[in-house]
């Protein structure tokens, strides 16, 4: 199946050349002269560049790829990488250093990710939104010190380092934004 120029929107993935993309954003121009076109900027799933490419309005199509998406939980890592577990058929799945990338910062025992597949072979992970982290390290806190009287550094029990505020302690559970990597608030659990 084939995906036209009018199906473009922000988190489409497509495949071109037979490998996936996702696209991260596209903006339509209709040029006063000469036909429409649509400028995206593009993704690559498995190597994480970037691309900008420009397609014919109505005429160029993409592919629609062969990608699954699949809940998974983590269960632990190893030398060569991460094991998780599949939800429904209990099926183990091993994923790279590469695969992982960054992710690795929020995985702990448990979670649950989204994994998704690329020709049947497991390619890139999701986290959720937010995670509740422990602080393993960090300068104690003060009394008298407030949430605006600014922050420090905290190290989370995934070696994660977060800019917190001084009131923080270690022990604690906070929830962070996977997205940013930024601290939200104290967990309420």
Same mark, same amino acid.
């Given at each position: ?20 993309? =996702? ?6 121009t209709n040029?006063?002269?000469? !036909? ?7 993704? *690559?799933?498995?190597? @994480? ?6 397609? /014919? !309005?109505?005429?160029?199509?993409? $592919?629609?790829?062969? +990608? ?5 939980e983590y269960?632990? &890592? $190893? ?5 998780? +577990? ?14 992982? @990338?960054?992710? /690795? ?18 390619? !890139? =992970? ?14 104690? @806190? ?8 600014? *922050?420090?550094?905290?190290? +989370?029990e995934t070696?994660?380092?977060? !800019?917190?505020?001084?009131?923080? *302690? ?5 929830? =962070? &934004? ?12």
């Amino acid at each position: 199946m084939k995906y036209q120029t009018t199906d473009f929107r922000n988190g489409l993935k497509i495949a071109i050349e037979g490998k996936p993309y =996702i696209v991260v954003s596209f903006a339509h121009t209709n040029p006063g002269k000469g !036909s429409a076109f649509v400028k995206a900027k593009i993704k *690559n799933l498995m190597t @994480g560049q970037v691309l900008e490419r420009t397609f /014919k !309005s109505g005429v160029d199509t993409v $592919d629609q790829p062969d +990608m699954v998406e699949r809940e998974m939980e983590y269960t632990y &890592d $190893d030398m060569d990488g991460y094991n998780f +577990m599949d939800t429904e058929t209990f099926e183990s799945v091993h994923l790279s250093h590469d695969n992982v @990338g960054d992710a /690795k910062n929020y995985l702990q025992e448990g979670i649950k990710v989204d994994i998704l597949y690329f020709n049947e072979r497991p390619i !890139s =992970i999701e986290l959720p939104n937010f995670v509740n982290l422990k602080v393993t390290e960090t300068d104690p @806190g003060l009394k008298g010190d407030t949430a605006a009287g600014g *922050n420090k550094k905290a190290i +989370m029990e995934t070696g994660l380092q977060v !800019s917190v505020p001084l009131f923080i *302690n270690v022990d604690e559970q906070l929830k =962070i &934004d996977t997205r940013t990597g930024e601290y939200v608030e104290r967990s309420k659990s």
